[in-house]
């Protein structure tokens, strides 16, 4: 099973900083990433795949980077609706597994 | 409207069964790959189960083989999920979500299940 680990586990920023969210793959999963966004009571909203593509209707200041082991997601000037739990998942192997998430918190 | 409803959730005592239903509308069921994934109290997210559009490809998380069956009718455009020996751990809410280019980019709301004496 590939494990991934999201860091920090907590991000304290305030709106209009640059958020930068890591996550590291235990194995090799290619381009085989994307990132999750979710707020409190709500499902899960797909951000990025393929480690760089921006899902439909996503806003610019979202985007991914990496490839391999190490993946980014950064937020160039935080939104207050940005705030919230980011998770990164791979799809490169069965199972399909996610990082264990990350808050971004306002400051 | 592009929507995915689950329900059939509910409180089930240990060793039980319960069955989670997901309709979908607004596109072409049969197209899609879907999977369950699920979220406990205050945890992160576990991918349980998927089918792809023909129900020839399926896969379980090893946590959930042999207990759960994850099948689907393009007839009726649902997706569904049957649960056996229920284990407290198996609480959780339960997601339904399309596949779009390998990626779950659509979600339902969620149905919450509770396994408790």
């Known amino acids: 099973e590939i494990v991934l680990t999201q860091s920090p586990a907590t991000l304290s920023l305030s709106p209009g900083e640059r958020a930068t969210l890591s996550c590291r793959a235990s194995?090799?999963?290619?381009?085989?990433l994307a990132w999750f966004q979710q707020k409190p009571g709500q499902a899960p909203r797909l951000l990025i795949y393929?480690?760089?593509n921006r899902a439909t209707g996503i806003p610019a200041r979202f985007s991914g980077s990496g490839s391999g082991t190490d993946f980014t997601l950064t937020i160039s000037s935080l939104e207050p609706e940005d705030f919230a739990v980011y998770y990164c998942?791979?799809?490169?192997?069965?199972?399909?597994?996610f990082g264990q998430g990350a808050k971004l918190e306002i400051k | 409207e592009v929507q995915l409803v689950e329900s059939g959730g509910g409180l089930v005592q240990p060793g039980g069964s319960l069955g989670l239903s997901c309709a979908v509308t607004g596109f072409t069921f049969s197209s899609f790959s879907m999977s369950w994934v699920r979220q406990a109290p205050g945890k992160g997210l576990e991918c349980v189960a998927y089918i792809n559009g023909g129900s020839i490809t399926i896969y379980y998380a090893d946590s959930v083989k042999g207990r759960f069956t994850i099948s689907r009718d393009n007839a009726k455009n649902s997706l569904y999920l049957q649960m056996n020996s229920l284990r407290d751990e198996d609480t959780a809410v339960y997601y339904c979500?399309?596949?779009?280019?390998?990626?779950?980019?659509?979600w339902g709301q969620g149905t919450l299940v509770t396994v408790s004496s």
């Open positions: 393929d480690a760089s």
């Open positions: 194995q090799s999963v290619s381009s085989y």
């Open positions: 998942q791979q799809r490169s192997n069965w199972p399909r597994t």
């Open positions: 979500a399309r596949h779009r280019a390998g990626w779950p980019d659509l």
